[in-house]
């Protein structure tokens, strides 16, 4: 059974902690940041014109029956298709998105999870949140190549999560909320390049790469206990400690770094990179009443755009 039109939407995410150590088996902490969405809308089309998807924010607009394999997209819908056992419908996929692009803000998951919930929806299914989340996971490939899956996991499930690759999937309790100022480079930084460089320096040199992923699987431990006892003022200072590392790894950059220093400069808890690095965003742990001047502060130091999210308690 189809119906005219359908709308569902997902979240962005940030990496709090984690991240690229997170491809080499290491642990790592997401959350959603829910002020940036991605949607799809579902309309019907006249008989016989098959699937067509437009993407007017990502410039991308193809009839499915012509688009190629590794078309992110099409590879959403057709492997929602062939999970849901169905035909190409007669639609019309209109996808938007208010997510920067290779940003690390998690814009691919995003889109894939709103267009099969959407696509889904219109044939009348409602999949399961770990269905949506393996087909998703499917579409990360081909964005970039070896993905550790939290991409996925946390936008799907729209949670802050604690990922470990081929573990289940464990929610973090929050006890206290906490406020995060993201501050974009302007950079795009494709995180296929930033985690290919990284395995190369790890077969280069995995003695130092490995104390690296494995301070930083520390780090993340440590601000678990930290995020679920609610001691903000300790998860800040991890978070600076983590980007210290990533800064080693060799995924940091002058913009990043100044972004960081700056919020810090202005009385942040911490500061880091999030996601792939060498450009996309940094994230900075605000008490409430500092956060408008640090995010003064990371506009003064270059940040193309900056968003405040409140990641909220679970308890
Ligand atoms: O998609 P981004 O830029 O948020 O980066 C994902 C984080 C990495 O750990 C670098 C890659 C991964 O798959 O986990």
Same mark, same amino acid.
């Given at each position: 059974?189809?119906?005219?039109?359908?709308?569902?939407?997902?979240?962005?995410?940030?990496? !709090?902690? #984690?991240?690229?150590?997170?491809?080499?088996?290491?642990?790592?902490?997401?959350?959603?940041?829910?002020?940036?969405?991605?949607?799809? /809308?579902?309309? &019907?089309?006249?008989?016989?014109?098959?699937?067509?998807?437009?993407?007017?924010?990502?410039? +991308?607009?193809?009839?499915?029956?012509?688009?190629?394999?590794?078309?992110?997209?099409?590879?959403?819908? +057709?492997?929602?298709?062939?999970?849901?056992?169905?035909?190409?419908?007669?639609?019309?996929?209109?996808?938007?998105?208010?997510?920067?692009?290779?940003?690390?803000?998690?814009?691919?998951?995003?889109?894939?999870?709103?267009? =099969?919930?959407?696509?889904?929806?219109? !044939?009348?299914?409602?999949?399961?949140? /770990?269905?949506?989340?393996?087909?998703?996971?499917?579409?990360?490939? $081909?964005?970039? #190549?070896?993905?550790?899956?939290?991409?996925? &996991?946390?936008?799907?499930?729209?949670?802050?999560?604690?990922?470990?690759? #081929?573990?289940?999937?464990?929610?973090? &309790?929050?006890?206290?909320?906490?406020? !995060?100022?993201? #501050?974009?480079?302007?950079?795009?930084?494709?995180?296929?390049?930033?985690? &290919?460089?990284?395995?190369?320096?790890?077969?280069?040199?995995?003695?130092?790469?490995?104390?690296?992923?494995?301070?930083?699987?520390?780090?993340?431990?440590?601000?678990? +206990?930290? =995020?679920? $006892?609610?001691?903000?003022?300790?998860?800040?200072?991890?978070?600076?400690?983590?980007?210290?590392?990533?800064?080693?790894?060799?995924?940091?950059?002058?913009?990043?770094?100044?972004?960081?220093?700056? /919020?810090?400069?202005?009385?942040?808890?911490?500061?880091?990179?999030?996601?792939?690095?060498?450009?996309?965003?940094?994230?900075?742990?605000?008490?409430?009443?500092?956060?408008?001047?640090?995010?003064?502060?990371?506009?003064?130091?270059?940040?193309?755009?900056?968003?405040?999210?409140?990641?909220?308690?679970?308890?």
């Amino acid at each position: 059974m189809t119906s005219a039109q359908i709308r569902r939407s997902a979240p962005g995410k940030v990496i !709090l902690l #984690g991240e690229h150590a997170v491809v080499h088996g290491r642990p790592a902490i997401a959350v959603p940041v829910t002020q940036v969405r991605a949607t799809a /809308a579902l309309e &019907t089309a006249p008989p016989g014109s098959g699937l067509s998807i437009v993407a007017s924010d990502l410039n +991308r607009s193809f009839s499915l029956s012509t688009a190629s394999r590794d078309e992110p997209l099409a590879a959403a819908a +057709r492997l929602a298709l062939a999970h849901l056992a169905s035909p190409e419908p007669d639609a019309t996929a209109t996808v938007r998105s208010t997510l920067p692009i290779a940003s690390g803000l998690g814009s691919g998951a995003a889109v894939s999870t709103a267009l =099969i919930r959407a696509l889904a929806a219109f !044939l009348g299914h409602a999949p399961e949140p /770990a269905t949506i989340n393996v087909l998703v996971f499917e579409v990360e490939k $081909i964005h970039h #190549g070896t993905p550790s899956g939290i991409d996925n &996991t946390v936008i799907v499930y729209e949670q802050a999560v604690y990922f470990m690759r #081929g573990r289940p999937i464990e929610r973090l &309790t929050v006890s206290t909320p906490f406020t !995060l100022l993201v #501050g974009d480079t302007g950079v795009p930084s494709p995180t296929k390049r930033a985690v &290919t460089d990284v395995r190369w320096a790890w077969e280069r040199d995995p003695a130092h790469y490995d104390a690296l992923f494995d301070q930083i699987g520390d780090v993340t431990d440590e601000a678990r +206990r930290a =995020i679920e $006892i609610g001691d903000i003022e300790e998860l800040g200072m991890l978070m600076t400690e983590n980007h210290a590392l990533l800064m080693e790894m060799g995924v940091s950059s002058p913009q990043l770094d100044d972004l960081v220093d700056a /919020a810090q400069f202005a009385g942040a808890l911490g500061a880091k990179l999030s996601g792939a690095g060498r450009g996309g965003n940094m994230i900075a742990l605000a008490e409430d009443d500092l956060a408008e001047e640090i995010a003064q502060a990371l506009r003064e130091a270059g940040a193309q755009g900056v968003i405040r999210t409140r990641v909220a308690s679970t308890g």
